[in-house]
């Protein structure tokens, strides 16, 4: 597990050595103006010790400032475009191409790799390459945004060959979003369906949420939209418009914050992406309006959450604040909207270690977000990656691979973006 100086990141996750994926080609750089660096200090820099004050390591899960969280003071907003150009040299190297609508990847113990398309199909990046044959086939209500998304391996995969995926399906007409726990075999060119881990989330033509992932409390939790329907977002009996909390096995853990329940966190829109700064605080983004309630638009947001906080959808707007709501800590006039996120804990791109990377759809960059180690609302850097010629195009996925690479994919081929020949990509971003 790597730790940044102030806020190590605890995520969870697949950390197995030697990940077997070629290298195909260098695609673009961000063309960052020659001798600019960032003017933040380096997390070497910020973790100078003070006399008399305990390491910032031990301290770090109490010493940060969640009390003046979300009460909009801090907030910022981006007024016109997206954000400052990157000042980081980044490249991408594509992994493999060849995919119809990536959401989700996940890499397994031995480097090889699972690919969720969203028409309904499974996909295995073995030893590097793309296999030609679907690993299985979901049953699928493939709508809108709705389709198989996100998937995710049990922590204990390595012995038990588990996985789990969020999918739209049509019961005799009855359409609903449902995460289904199922088994690879023991080759990984076929899998089977084990049981359903949580049933009749809400379903609509468009947000249909889908994130899946396991916490460093090794709970599963589950990002769910709003079915455009605002009004679920606000009511703790509605799986829709939250991020929910299940055990492995899907059971509600005894210490979800409204009792027996998976609602984790309220307020939310269309959540696509997700990670954790800390044992129970997570960094949240989410989809901002798009013409409903009246004509409102954009205000996509990233925020600081925990265990039972209210995020404001529909109530809040931009970097508003609200008694009871949970504020934004970043908030775009424009929207971006957010796919994929997380934080970034390699060593390829030292100047991005612990900070937040999120993949947009609309916009079609990698944002890369820095926050106050001690008061992670505050943004302290906010830039833009691989916009204009160097644009890889609509961007889903955002995960950290267990060879402390960052990896993320395409989804130009969704309807909404330029399709090219080859498809939708895996991408390897690096220096
Ligand atoms: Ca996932």
């Keep these: 597990m790597k730790q940044n100086a102030n806020l190590p990141s605890v995520r969870s996750g697949f950390r197995w050595v030697a990940v077997g994926l070629s290298l195909i080609g260098v695609v673009a750089c961000a063309s960052p103006p020659p001798n600019t660096v960032t003017t933040e200090p380096s997390p070497t820099e910020t973790a100078a ?13 109490t010493a940060i400032d969640l009390e003046n969280r979300g009460t909009g003071g801090a907030c910022q907003f981006v007024e016109g475009g997206f954000g400052p150009q990157g000042q980081v040299e980044v490249r991408a190297e594509e992994v493999v191409s060849g ?42 209500s ?33 359409v609903v979003n449902l995460v289904e726990r199922w088994q690879l075999s023991e080759d990984g060119l076929s ?9 009749n989330i809400p379903v609509a033509r468009f947000h249909n949420g889908g994130r899946l992932e396991f916490g460093p409390d090794g709970m599963l ?64 983004t989410d989809h901002g309006p798009s013409g409903e ?56 791109i030292p100047e991005w270690q612990g900070d937040l990377v999120i993949g947009t759809l609309g916009s079609e960059h990698l944002h890369r977000v820095s926050f106050d180690p001690d008061a992670p609302y505050r943004v302290q850097t906010h830039e833009v990656y691989f916009g204009g010629a160097n644009s890889l195009g609509r961007i889903r996925e955002v995960v950290m691979g267990p060879d402390d690479e960052l990896y993320i994919t395409t989804s130009n081929c969704d309807g909404r973006g330029a399709c090219p020949a080859d498809g939708d990509k895996i991408f390897r971003i690096t220096r």
Excluded: M
Aim: with cysteine.
């Design 221 to 284: 939790y589950v990002g769910t939209g709003d079915a455009s329907s605002p009004d679920i977002s606000q009511d703790p009996n509605s799986l829709g418009g939250k991020i929910l909390r299940v055990t492995p096995d899907g059971e509600i853990p005894s210490d979800n914050p409204f009792g027996n329940n998976p609602v984790f966190i309220t307020g939310l829109r269309n959540t696509q992406g997700f990670d954790w700064l800390n044992e129970s605080t997570l960094w949240v």
């Design 191 to 199: 899998a089977t369906p084990d049981r359903v881990i949580v049933d």
């Design 99 to 140: 995919l119809e609508v990536p959401w989700g990847i996940v890499f397994l113990e031995n480097g090889d790799l699972l690919v969720s398309e969203r028409p309904g199909r499974l996909r295995l990046v073995q030893d590097g390459q793309l296999q030609p044959n679907a690993v299985a086939t979901v049953n699928v």
């Design 293 to 348: 309630l009246g004509g409102r638009r954009g205000q996509d947001k990233v925020s600081v959450a925990t265990a039972g906080d209210n995020l404001g959808w529909p109530i809040l707007r931009a970097c508003d604040s609200q008694e009871g709501l949970i504020s934004p800590a970043l908030t775009w006039q424009e929207a971006v909207p957010p796919g994929g996120a997380a934080i970034y804990t390699g060593s390829a």
């Design 49 to 61: 010790p003070i006399a008399q004050e305990p390491a910032p390591q031990e301290t770090a899960q």
């Design 142 to 174: 493939a709508s809108g945004e709705g389709g198989l998304l996100d998937i995710e391996a049990h922590p204990d995969f390595a012995n038990n060959r588990l996985f789990y995926i969020y999918y739209t399906a049509d019961r005799n007409g009855a």
